[in-house]
């Protein structure tokens, strides 16, 4: 479980976070989603105890981050935007380096070595120069290293920034393995949709402060409106159908091919009906807001 208490942390330049305060349950995955420069980075990096804060603290599983560090860290697993590695070092060089950084050296950390090497799909690439590795190829190996101690919390900055869609397969997968196992997963990213896929909740921070927490159920919720669309095969029967669907709401337009109905205030059995004389009709159905817009509708609230 991930525990952020009250944290605190400002530049000179006057950005940074404060009294950032959620917590990343067992089992669960939350997305941290904001603006650039809105406090993701600063918050992720305060978390796992690359930065200090002037404020506030950090629990995993119950260990201060600040008073605990040793033990904290081995429960932490984290991946940076951008992992940094001396490239002219070999892959599993550098993995066998910090494996003995932690006590772990000879047979055991080799074997360690292969065992995450093939879960992270670097099998085969292990003696390659880093410098060689892609920019995905780094961040996979930046997850065997975080896997090292076997964590059970995982913090992963903007991760899927910059992959392919292998790549963005392989971490959603990980980190939908790491919720069944009962881990406690937060990730940051700028791919909205990717974070409504995954995330059990989303915790919305901007200019250095959260300003809403909800789960997913909640913000399907807030999505709710009273648009309903119906959809054609071709936009010309959408445009010869608007007589159809005047009175149906209070507006009634094609926006895209799409017939739109603001406000829609008929009974969808009326629509049924009328849609019949069209073979090309494709599906109808209540238009929902997006994570996005829910997201934008956040932060113009707050500006």
């Not at 978390?47 to 904290?72: C, H, N, T, W, Y």
């Not at 093939?118 to 892609?134: A, C, D, F, T």
């Not at 009906?273 to 997006?290: H, Q």
């Amino acid at each position: 479980m991930i525990e952020i208490l009250e944290l605190t942390k400002i530049y000179r330049t006057g950005g940074g976070i404060r009294d950032v305060t959620f917590e990343v349950k067992n089992g669960e995955i939350v997305g941290l989603v904001g603006v650039n420069g809105a406090g993701k980075t600063t918050t992720i990096e305060t978390a796992v105890g690359v930065k200090i804060p002037q404020k506030g603290d950090v629990r995993m599983d119950g260990k201060s981050i600040l008073k605990e560090k040793v033990g904290a860290s081995k429960l932490t697993g984290w991946v940076p935007e951008i992992p940094s590695f001396d490239p002219d070092m070999r892959a599993e060089d550098y993995f066998l380096y910090v494996c003995g950084l932690r006590g772990i050296s000879g047979h055991e950390a080799k074997e360690l070595a292969k065992k995450l090497f093939e879960e992270v799909g670097l099998s085969g690439h292990e003696r390659k120069r880093i410098r060689q590795y892609s920019q995905g190829m780094r961040k996979r190996l930046a997850l065997a290293i975080s896997m090292i101690s076997n964590p059970s919390n995982f913090l992963f900055d903007e991760v899927l920034n910059g992959l392919d869609p292998e790549g963005i397969r392989f971490f959603r997968e990980f980190a939908l393995r790491m919720r069944k196992e009962n881990a406690a997963v937060l990730f940051s990213s700028h791919i909205l949709s990717e974070v409504q896929n995954l995330a059990d909740r989303v915790v919305f921070i901007h200019k250095g402060k959260v300003v809403k927490v909800a789960t997913m159920a909640e913000i399907e919720s807030m999505g709710k409106t009273k648009t309903f669309r119906v959809r054609f095969a071709t936009p010309e029967s959408a445009q010869r159908s608007l007589e159809l669907f005047r009175g149906f709401g209070k507006d009634v337009k094609v926006e895209r091919g799409v017939v739109v109905i603001e406000e829609f205030n008929g009974d969808i059995e009326g629509i049924a009906r009328a849609v019949k004389s069209f073979p090309d009709f494709l599906e109808m159905g209540w238009a929902s807001k997006t994570l996005e817009d829910v997201f934008f509708e956040t932060i113009g609230e707050v500006r």
